[in-house]
């Protein structure tokens, strides 16, 4: 990356960024915790869930009925049990993480000024969440919505990342080719490949552990490198 000192100016330089959302603006640990200290009983729902959303991960629906009844269906064998799941899902699951984004959320420091100053400086600002009520817990975070050119939720378009169609529509939507952007996220097998298959270079936000490889360093060091893109 020629030091992380890339500039705006010329050919071939980086125009645009696109986030993830969850772990990717926030550390998303705390509000796990919180989540879980309030539905401790619903553990293995809990487990259940992850483990589903995450075997879902680039495929592809067409639409978000087709992902939603396919979800389900993973969930559960028989109309009854789906139909508890649904409930579930939207009742308690997803206002439970509104509201540990609220009270145990906090953005990583400085994230919005960098949001804004990146902004600023002219780059075009995308956000590619695969999870409903992205914009919700972006102001319960005390960010701006607005800040984003570009925003798309996967999952009510049928597909999560990394997705080709996602990738399109996040390409097309920027205005901008994969090499003249820079991903931010937090998950490997989502955010990185999605990176990959959108052309873009990626910076990993490591909230723990060793890093797989020189793209990730805990977010000090990834705010760091989108400030390197304005020199």
């Known amino acids: 990356m020629k030091g992380h000192r890339e500039t705006m100016a010329g050919d071939g330089a980086i125009a645009g960024v696109v986030f993830d959302l969850d772990g990717t603006l926030y550390d998303k640990r705390p509000v796990e915790r919180w989540v879980l200290a309030r539905m401790l009983p619903s553990l293995p729902r809990l487990v259940r869930y992850t483990k589903v959303r ?13 992902l939603a009844r396919e979800t389900l269906q993973r969930l559960a064998g028989d109309a009854r049990g789906q139909e508890t799941w649904r409930r579930w899902i939207a009742e308690r699951y997803e ?8 009270r145990a959320g906090r953005a990583y420091p400085g994230a919005a000024e960098t949001l804004l100053r990146l902004r600023g400086a002219g780059l075009r600002l995308g956000l590619v969440s695969d999870y409903r009520g992205a914009h919700d817990r972006l102001r319960a975070l005390g960010i701006d919505p607005g800040l984003f050119h570009f925003s798309l939720v996967t999952e009510e378009h049928g597909a999560m990342k990394p997705a080709a169609r996602m990738a399109a529509r996040t390409l097309t939507g920027m205005g901008l080719p994969g090499e003249r952007m820079v991903m931010v996220g937090d998950r490997a097998f989502a955010d990185q490949r999605f990176a990959e298959t959108c052309g873009m270079r990626f910076f990993g936000v490591l909230a723990g552990g060793d890093p797989p490889d020189p793209a990730w360093t805990p977010w000090p060091g990834v705010r760091a490198r989108l400030s390197a893109l304005l020199r």
């Open 54 to 66: 995450t075997s879902l991960a680039g495929v592809d629906f067409d639409d978000a009925g087709a």
């Open 95 to 102: 206002p439970q993480v509104l509201r540990a984004v609220g």
